[in-house]
């Protein structure tokens, strides 16, 4: 099991504000092993002007590169990929590329746009892979005013030709709860009718502006599953902004009436099967009782 900081955490270290993190032609850089106890997982966000590109150098992680907003071309050992993109991570799914360990991918643009680039440390290739935005599985989880769409381009079962990344992204549409009932995964639990896998996870958040074109915002919260590894995060989050949880209780996360919520999961851990078992919290769990009665957001009717 990864070993972990026992001194108290709070939001300002977990919660990366749009930006803060930026470097060059990348609006956020979290990458493996640069900061303490950040161990498996990264996310790059590549900002590109009309005909930019960008080399990424794959050491040691495998990637998917997703487009937020715009399309692009990514060349990788002298094939090139066509990534249709999309206006924004609000109008559709996207088509998102696998690209294995050790690759030098070329991403262009010849209009610009924003990218994801999600990475988890591998050490076994896989092929480079493409998958188009009608072939990712769309997922409606929750009822009520807990419903959410979930595109699963990167879960398992979903996509499994790569070594320990796991990703998604989610769309809360304004005033709903999402990441409800909070849960874990910081601990491997080999247990047949309840399993656990160990799982840091990146959330990287967009919210939709007001018609007016005032910022939207929504809350974040993470708070410890045992008191030898304590973490309190409750935070408000806009768009670009990051965070990130090593451990404990993640959820609700809540969009603010009138801003539809995005973000991006990026997850991976230290366990040799590539796994997302999770637990619910205890005091939260029964709230998956209510989805069938409540029924489906009309907002995500026919979206699945």
């Known amino acids: 099991m ?26 956020t850089i979290i990458d493996p092993g640069a900061r303490d106890g950040w161990v498996h997982t990264g996310l790059r966000v590549l900002a590109l002007g009309a005909g930019e590109s960008e080399i990424f150098t794959a050491n040691s992680v495998e990637v998917m590169i997703v487009p937020l907003d715009g399309s692009c ?7 090139r990929y066509t990534l249709r993109g999309r206006t924004d991570v609000f109008a ?6 696998y690209v294995p360990v050790g ?14 680039l999600a990475t988890a440390v591998a050490t076994g290739s896989h092929p480079v892979a493409l998958i188009r935005a009608e072939d990712v599985p769309v997922e409606i989880r929750g009822g ?22 796991i990703a998604c992204e989610v769309i809360t549409p304004g005033g709903n709860w999402s990441s409800y ?15 656990e896998s160990e799982l840091e996870e990146i959330y990287y958040y967009e919210i939709q502006d007001a018609p007016g074109g005032g910022p939207g915002f929504g809350y974040h919260q993470t708070t410890a599953s045992g008191d030898d590894r304590p973490i309190d995060v409750l935070t408000e989050v806009r768009s670009g902004d990051t965070v990130l949880v090593p451990h404990g209780w993640h959820g609700p996360c809540a969009a603010a009436p009138g801003h539809d919520m995005y973000y991006l999961n990026v997850m991976a851990g230290p366990d040799a099967e590539r796994a997302w078992n999770i637990t619910d919290h205890p ?3 029964w709230v998956r009782g209510t989805w069938d009665e409540a029924g489906i957001d009309p907002r995500l009717e026919g979206e699945a």
């Open 2 to 27: 990864t070993t972990h900081d026992t001194s108290t955490h709070d939001s300002s270290e977990f919660h990366l504000p749009a930006g803060s993190t930026g470097r060059g032609p990348y609006e």
């Open 144 to 165: 009520g005013n807990m419903t959410r769409k979930v595109r699963n381009f990167g879960t398992v079962g979903a996509f499994d030709a790569m070594d320990s990344l």
């Open 103 to 116: 690759s030098l991918p070329t991403i262009s643009s010849a209009d610009g746009g924003r990218f994801a």
């Open 92 to 97: 559709s799914a996207t088509d998102v590329l």
């Open 283 to 285: 005091e939260q769990t």
């Open 73 to 79: 071309e990514v060349s990788v050992d002298g094939e």
């Open 181 to 195: 009932p909070a849960h874990k995964h910081d601990e491997t639990v080999d247990d047949g009718e309840h399993p």
